[in-house]
């Protein structure tokens, strides 16, 4: 049985979609496809349906999403694909093309890593091994800095330290037009992709992006009016415990935070005071109840907790400090 057949219309009959997924297998698209027939003019939801019901049943929580965007993969596409599309043309290539996408979401890879790209702040980041993926929860981080920076500094000098992809930093330039930023990671490959990430936003002249610990000395670089974080702060004994498309795909150095998920914060937080401006702001994202060890860490560097904020789910994820003075 395949999943279509060679034909230029555009209607499928039902039983045919009853038969597909009588005889789904859960772990082989081949058995609904021949590899070797090239089909014309097909709806994409006669891909999309057996797809999608082989990604749930291997567990995929947005199996029907992840189908429309392995199939826009497949077609050369960065949108997904609805299903009542047609396919102009559907080969052999096309065929292998799916199985091997659909073999890598199966282990856990996300999407982003497949496509090589993640939308954040409504912006498109380049990702890479070297760097974590962007998620929704750290979009608090921005959304707190632009606030505050809009009242106090629009045209803040901005540092972010741990910058990856550069998500962070480029989003507040992207809201703060007057505001100029300088990123730091350990990462060579991280700096290279942030880079990328600023040049593409065209955001290159006000922005850049250096290799270093930020452990290190950094008051070379000078004092900053906006400090941005989002550390690796997550228990070493909870890494095993992640979904496995953080646990094996964002780098592990930007996840585990040690012991007690603090080691990161007992560098930064004397880091922070050093580098903050008087009259300037920290914005930092922080992991499950972490809110008062972090604050009390900042306060042994003699910095303020001036705010906290929660992300969309309720939970408490950016923390704001200022300098006490």
């Known amino acids: 049985m395949h999943w279509f057949q060679k034909t230029k219309h555009k209607d499928w009959p039902r039983e045919a979609d009853s038969a597909i997924f009588n005889n789904l297998n859960r772990r082989s698209l081949t058995m609904h496809l021949d590899p070797a027939v090239t089909y014309t003019d097909i709806e994409a939801r006669h891909v999309l349906q057996p797809l999608s019901a082989v990604l749930q049943q291997a567990g995929m929580v947005n199996a029907t999403s992840d189908a429309r965007c392995i199939l826009g993969l ?27 996408l659909w073999q890598r979401r199966q282990t856990g890879e996300p999407i982003s890593r497949m496509r090589g790209w993640r939308e954040f702040w409504s912006m498109r980041f380049d990702v890479s091994p070297a760097t974590l993926d ?3 929860d750290s979009e608090t981080v921005v959304a707190a800095a632009t606030g505050w920076a809009r009242d106090h500094q629009p045209a803040a000098r901005i540092l972010d330290l741990g910058t990856g992809t550069g998500c962070l930093l480029l989003a507040c330039l992207a809201e703060l037009p007057q505001a100029t930023g300088v990123g730091i990671d350990i990462s060579a490959e991280a700096v290279t992709v942030a880079t990328a990430n600023a040049d593409r936003h065209g ?62 914060w007992r560098i930064l937080c004397p880091q922070i005071a050093t580098l903050l401006a008087d009259e300037g702001a ?20 003699k910095l303020h907790l001036a705010g906290s904020f929660a992300d969309l789910s309720g939970h408490e994820r950016c923390l704001q400090f200022q300098k006490e003075i």
């Open 134 to 136: 962007p998620r929704p």
């Open 74 to 100: 497949v077609l050369g596409r960065d949108d997904p694909v609805l299903p009542h599309e047609i396919i102009p043309r559907w080969t052999p290539d096309h065929h292998h093309q799916l199985e091997a």
């Open 203 to 264: 955001f290159g002249g006000r922005v850049r992006f250096c290799q270093a610990d930020f452990a290190a000395d950094l008051t070379g670089h000078g004092q900053f009016d906006l400090i941005l974080s989002n550390p690796p702060y997550i228990p070493s004994a909870d890494i095993k415990a992640l979904d496995a498309d953080v646990r094996h795909f964002d780098p592990l150095a930007a996840l585990d935070g040690g012991l007690d998920g603090l080691d990161c």
């Open 282 to 301: 920290a914005f930092v994202e922080i992991g499950a109840g972490q809110g008062k060890a972090v604050g009390r860490l900042g306060a042994d560097s």
